[in-house]
């Protein structure tokens, strides 16, 4: 989106992208494009009181009418659909009745219901005219006024003088960092101030709504049509820190009640999350001149993609933006010292225990087809044990600042419970920050 909104204003602009293009979170989200996101209204008005909440609700409705106007403008085929929102409680709902007043006063057509079919609900916060879409079809569509490099992972950035490595050098005047978690570790401290979000999601055949919902709690079910079927999503989690395996088996269970019954796709993917549940999108740091980010939409990446690319269009272009201070990377989050240290120590505890070397597990404690982090060939390594006995042993270590991978039986895959970095089971990166992938300890 940053791309295409910066080329349209005539600007000079090469995209680099480490796989293929929406291979990323953007590949494997549900794609609710709603301002019915729950309690983020409730919480901001707490921490920074009614006019951000407010000026957070107009940023959303703005960023619903930047993908319905551009799907005009392109006449973008994208299953681009208008229907309800709605958010649900299986407790009193006391906070969505809060917030549901909230977001009267602020203009919103939403109203407080009762059990919502399909979804067994006590009270719900229904949200009229929010859209649905396939945000690859819809991206694939806009017009590419650009440079695009396929397959070429940044490698490493050299911030002053705006050099990325990736292979080659790229020369820029400008650096927008839209890496989903950000690369630059030196600048900016967002090591400390962002974490990953894992979710898990489910496709069925059958439709059994043609509505959007979404759980009130944080690691709640999340429903949407597609096409002739129905997604169903939940079960979040810190990316690395897995409290229950069996995830996809929960998901597929909870479908049945719906009426889900014939499941064709299991995938699972992160988001990255920040303290007061506003994305970043400005200055880098204050350090650097002319390196932006992009980062931390907590799951909601539609709506403020559109408002964080023009935001960083309006910064490059020396324009005004209504939502620049908003979404500052500088802004000063209010009310945070918990969830913060507890980061940091997440975050500590995770790369001391990378530096233990005791381990009295071997091989022989790695059940066929699960993956463990053991003593093997004379040092503590992460290995998988295939279905025929195989074993594929790689570095425990997560290359991007040493925290000890864990293994996610679900998604077969080993996840850094520090900044959420994962990796395939010969170590290849899925997911960043890591730049580098993580073999190269054996
Ligand atoms: C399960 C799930 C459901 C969601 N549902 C919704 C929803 O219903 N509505 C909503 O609004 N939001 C939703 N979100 C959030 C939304 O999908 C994300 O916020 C958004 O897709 C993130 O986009 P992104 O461009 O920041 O990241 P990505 O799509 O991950 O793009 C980042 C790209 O950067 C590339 N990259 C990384 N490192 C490098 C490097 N070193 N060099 C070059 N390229 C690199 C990656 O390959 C990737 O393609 C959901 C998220 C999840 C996880």
């Not at 400008?174 to 101030?193: E, N």
């Not at 425990?396 to 900044?419: E, I, S, V, Y």
Request: proline share 3%; hydrophobic share 35%; charged share 25%.
């Amino acid at each position: 989106m940053t791309a295409f909104k910066l080329a349209e204003e005539g600007k000079s602009v090469t995209l680099v992208e480490a796989g293929r293009l929406f291979g990323g979170t953007t590949g494997k989200t549900t794609a609710k494009i709603t301002a019915n996101q729950g309690n983020i209204y409730q919480e901001l008005y707490l921490r920074y009181g009614k006019e951000a909440a407010r000026q957070y609700f107009r940023a959303q409705s703005d960023g619903m009418s930047g993908f319905a106007d551009l799907i005009e403008k392109y006449g973008i085929d994208c299953d681009f659909t208008r229907t309800d929102g709605i958010i649900f409680s299986r407790c009193g709902g006391e906070r969505l009745k809060s917030t549901c007043r909230l977001l009267k006063e602020f203009g919103a057509d939403c109203e407080i219901v009762g059990e919502v079919a399909p979804v067994k609900s006590v009270c719900a916060l229904k949200m009229s005219g929010q859209y649905l879409f396939d945000p690859i079809k819809f991206l694939s569509a806009l017009p590419v006024n650009f440079e695009i490099f396929e397959n070429t992972r940044v490698t490493e950035i050299d911030a002053k003088n705006k050099i990325l490595y990736c292979g080659n050098k790229i020369y820029a005047n400008t650096v927008v960092i839209a890496t989903h978690f950000p690369i630059i570790d030196k600048y900016g401290g967002y090591i400390f101030k962002l974490r990953q979000s894992l979710s898990y999601t489910i496709a069925v055949k059958e439709k059994v709504t043609d509505k959007m919902f979404l759980d009130e709690e944080q690691d709640g079910l999340s429903v949407r049509p597609y096409a002739n079927g129905t997604l169903f999503g939940g079960f979040d989690h810190r990316t690395g820190r897995v409290k229950r395996v069996g995830s996809f088996a929960r998901l597929i269970n909870k479908s049945a009640l719906y009426g889900g019954k014939a499941v064709t796709h299991c995938w699972a993917a992160a988001d990255v999350m920040t303290f007061d549940g506003m994305p970043y999108a400005g200055a880098y740091s204050k350090k650097l001149h002319k390196v932006y980010v992009i980062t931390g939409f907590n799951k909601w990446g539609m709506t403020n993609a559109m408002v964080c690319a023009e935001i960083i269009r309006d910064a490059i272009c020396g324009k005004e933006n209504e939502y620049a201070r908003m979404f500052s990377p500088q802004r000063k989050i209010k009310a945070c010292f918990k969830s913060a240290l507890s980061n940091i120590l997440t975050n500590f505890g995770n790369i001391t225990a990378a530096y233990l070397p005791f381990t009295v597990k071997t091989v022989k404690n790695i059940p066929v087809g699960t993956g463990a982090v053991v003593r093997y060939k004379g040092k503590k390594r992460a290995v998988y044990r295939d279905e025929n006995g195989r074993l594929y042993a790689i570095g425990r270590m997560c290359p991007h600042m040493h925290g000890q991978l864990k293994w996610n039986a679900d998604t077969m895959t080993w996840d850094c419970p520090c900044h959420g970095s994962r990796f395939d089971i010969y170590g290849n990166i899925i997911s960043e920050p890591s730049v580098k992938c993580c073999k190269h300890k054996i």
